[in-house]
């Protein structure tokens, strides 16, 4: 990934916005869902005490609940020092020897040996992605993940290779963040041309339209929206609002698809 891309990502996540996340997701987390997405990521993925990377960890939430649920020993990579610095700090007191978090700068290797992990999962990141730093990414994956190990991804997709719908275009305007669009089926043949085999894709858009529901509610509910407003305004407020419906009303009508990905490194 060039410097720039980086920088952009970086400048977009600011301790504001995360915060803006959190109030819409529920603490330390970066994605819709809570505990029943991860649940769902995870289905048929065993965890239990397994070593487990976690690439674009964010503010720590998804790690924080598998190891706390699944004793599961988890390594987060990030590229940006607020989100290591947040993460850290949370910690849960009984998970501090299970979860760890450290600083890549974007176009470096993955500082782990090869197959040093049974799980590798990303959550909501390689959408940020451009072409080369996505294929240096699967290569990545594969070169530390265990042989039999397993690879799950949960990321935002469109129908349509490199085109959003009007209404991601204006979303991704608004936020500024590099968006690059992959269909379900580009995705499934990078993973096997990256060396993955018994590629799955599942279609999770009807629960996603769900879960960005709950948003819309949960930022509608009265203390939550007072809090948003105290902090950062009304038009703020109705931007984020608008912008989970908007999210809801993609997913339900096939225009953003949320998708999963489940691969085995042989
Ligand atoms: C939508 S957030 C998801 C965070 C977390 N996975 C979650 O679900 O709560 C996307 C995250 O990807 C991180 N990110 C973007 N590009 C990255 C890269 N090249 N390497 C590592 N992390 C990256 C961002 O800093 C941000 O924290």
Redo the contacts with the bound molecule.
Sequence with gaps: ?NKSNVDQ?NAS?TKEYCHQLELAYGNN???EGGAEAIDQMFKNVALNHKKVLD?????G??AFYLASKHQAQVAG????PE?IDGALSKRPDNIKDLVDFQL?K?DQKLPFPDQSFDVVYS???IV??PDS?REKTFQEFHRVLKKGGRLVIFDWLSPKKGQWSPEMQDLIETESLPLYAHTPQSYIKDLQRHGFSDVKFSDLSENHTKYNQDVVDRLSSKDIKNTFIKAYGETTYTEHLNGYKDIRDCNKTGKGISAHFLAVKQ
């Design positions: 990934m990502i996540y987390m970066m994605s690439f674009g960890s964010g503010l939430g998804v990579v990030e590229i940006n989100m890549i974007g959550r909501g990141v940020h992605l730093q």
